[in-house]
């Protein structure tokens, strides 16, 4: 037995080796090759990008915008392609869909907590438009009562010119006095479902922004001190600030944007906040 311990391979082994290899060979040997397709390989990758790029088209519908182009395919030809394809299951909408289709028609809100100097609670309470991005509203206080919350809901929708949607979470602050001034606007409410930040993501990306380029750099002395800094920053974030969600265009931009000859004029940066 000692001398077996000194052999790397056994005779098993190099048998067991060899038959799997004889299997292997013969498979490939074996295997059928893939008949061509009797359609073109480019009107294959159109069914294709046409079922993946409108998830409610079925075959039929497909199969129409085809001949549409002078490509005569039988629907059961194009149920073949499209079953490579992954397709939404189920038939409702998702939430980020909901949003992008009602964007230019929501407002959202939330609050954002921050300390002073004497670490002392003062709220920051921002209203944004979905679909620019733009911040509507700011407004700080120490105590965000019911009537507080409502009386900026006014202010933020004067002359009843306000969203058909206002999304919002489930805090008691936004009470039956704020329920009742976004009723008056011709404002519904959405509230977003328990412990879901995501559903009101593009709000709670502000606040970060807001907390890590700004708050995160200042020692806020009191309310009219932070109340100054926040309205600064919304300044900076509507009017020069691109964003990635709307393609790196601005909030609020300029009637006319002018291109630059660099060879004749000179960049100047301005500090902000």
């Known amino acids: 037995s000692w001398q077996q311990a000194l052999v790397i391979v056994q005779p098993a082994t190099i048998l067991r080796w060899h038959r799997e290899l004889f299997r292997i060979i013969w498979r490939r040997k074996s295997k059928l090759k893939r008949p061509q397709p009797r ?11 046409m079922a993946r790029e409108n998830q409610l088209w079925g075959a039929e519908r497909i199969r129409g915008e085809l001949l549409k182009l002078g490509i005569r395919v039988s629907k059961r030809t194009v149920q073949k392609y499209m079953r490579t394809v992954d397709r939404l299951r189920h038939t409702g909408q998702t939430w980020g869909t909901f949003l992008k289709n009602h964007a230019d028609d929501i407002w959202v809100c939330d609050f954002l907590q921050t ?3 004497a670490f002392r609670s003062l709220f920051v309470f921002v209203i944004i438009e979905l679909g620019s991005r733009r911040v509507v509203h700011v407004a700080v206080t120490r105590s965000p009562s019911d009537y507080w919350v409502a009386q900026q809901l006014r202010e933020a929708t004067p002359w009843a010119e306000g969203p058909r949607y206002l999304i919002r979470d489930n805090d008691k602050k936004f009470g039956q006095r704020f329920s009742t001034v976004a009723l008056a606007s011709g404002i519904e409410e959405k509230r977003i479902a328990y412990r879901a930040p995501n559903m009101n993501a593009v709000c709670e990306r502000f606040l970060g922004s807001l907390r890590r380029e700004c708050l995160d750099h200042l020692l806020i002395l009191g309310e009219r001190h932070l109340r100054r800094k926040v309205q600064e920053y919304v300044a900076y974030f509507n009017a020069a600030r691109p964003h990635q969600g709307i393609d790196q265009r601005i909030p609020d931009p300029p009637d006319q944007v002018v291109a630059l000859d660099f060879s004749e004029c000179e960049v100047v940066a301005e500090p902000v906040l």
């Open 39 to 49: 359609i073109a390989i480019a009107t294959i990758l159109l069914i294709q990008r």
């Open 115 to 117: 300390y002073d100097l």
